[in-house]
């Protein structure tokens, strides 16, 4: 069955760097892109972007665009979201994604567990 | 950006009652919309695409209507199970945005 296995919880300082991780397995990895949202806490959800695996793309939403990376390890089947420049308005839990379709635009399917950063001094 | 915008914000709602929720999309997006709950603590589930198109596993209460830019999402008899929060996101161009979402909480 398809899943998608998200690191724990992180805590860091304002300014810091935080690395999440989502270990996919059940599906064939290169096929489908993964999309990261983030949720504030009592917020609503806020869609970040998308990594493509097979075509080596990504895509970031404008208000992370100069703070975020999206990348994958073939060899282990895991994406990785990179935020820089952590500010306090970050804290929040971050859901990796499955696109329903193959390519193109689509919505999500299958949605990792979520990991909470929270980001304090 | 696409803006989605949900209404209500809150519905208060008894078991077995008829409940729709409206999500309004700032410009045309033809039919690319979808529809999640999520539960406290829990990631979103997702329950309907291409704005009336059911998951599989989801159940037939479950229907979703609508294109251009008027969107529902119904629940035909609402069950315990169903008390949660409700997102519509739109997936006709990036960014892929979702509404502010809907509570629907036990009357």
């Known amino acids: 069955q398809v899943q998608l296995v998200q690191s724990g919880a992180e805590v860091k300082k304002p300014g810091a760097s935080v690395r999440v991780s989502c270990k996919t397995s059940?599906?064939?990895?290169?096929?489908?892109?993964i999309t990261w949202v983030r949720q504030a806490p009592g917020q609503g959800l806020e869609w970040m972007g998308w990594?493509?695996?097979?075509?080596?793309?990504?895509y970031y939403a404008q208000n992370f665009r100069d703070r975020v990376t999206m990348t994958a390890d073939t060899s282990t089947n895991t994406l990785y979201l990179d935020l820089t420049s952590l500010r306090s308005d970050d804290t929040a839990i971050y859901y990796c994604?499955?696109?329903?379709?193959?390519?193109?635009?689509?919505?999500?399917?299958?949605w990792g567990q979520g990991t909470l950063v929270t980001v304090s001094s | 950006d696409i803006q989605m915008t949900q209404s209500p914000s809150t519905l208060s709602a008894s078991v077995g009652d008829r409940v729709t929720i409206t999500c309004r999309a700032s410009q045309y997006i033809n039919t690319w919309v979808a529809w999640y709950q999520q539960k406290p603590g829990k990631a979103p589930k997702f329950l309907v695409y291409k704005a009336s198109s059911l998951e599989s596993g989801v159940p037939s209460r479950f229907s979703g209507s609508g294109s251009g830019t008027e969107f529902t999402l119904t629940i035909s008899s609402l069950q315990p199970d169903d008390f949660a929060t409700y997102y519509c996101?739109?997936?006709?161009?990036?960014?892929?945005?979702f509404g502010q979402g809907t509570k629907v909480e036990i009357k």
């Open positions: 996101q739109q997936y006709n161009s990036p960014p892929y945005t």
């Open positions: 990594i493509s695996v097979y075509s080596d793309k990504t």
């Open positions: 059940g599906y064939t990895f290169n096929i489908y892109r």
């Open positions: 994604a499955r696109d329903h379709f193959q390519g193109g635009s689509s919505p999500h399917d299958y």
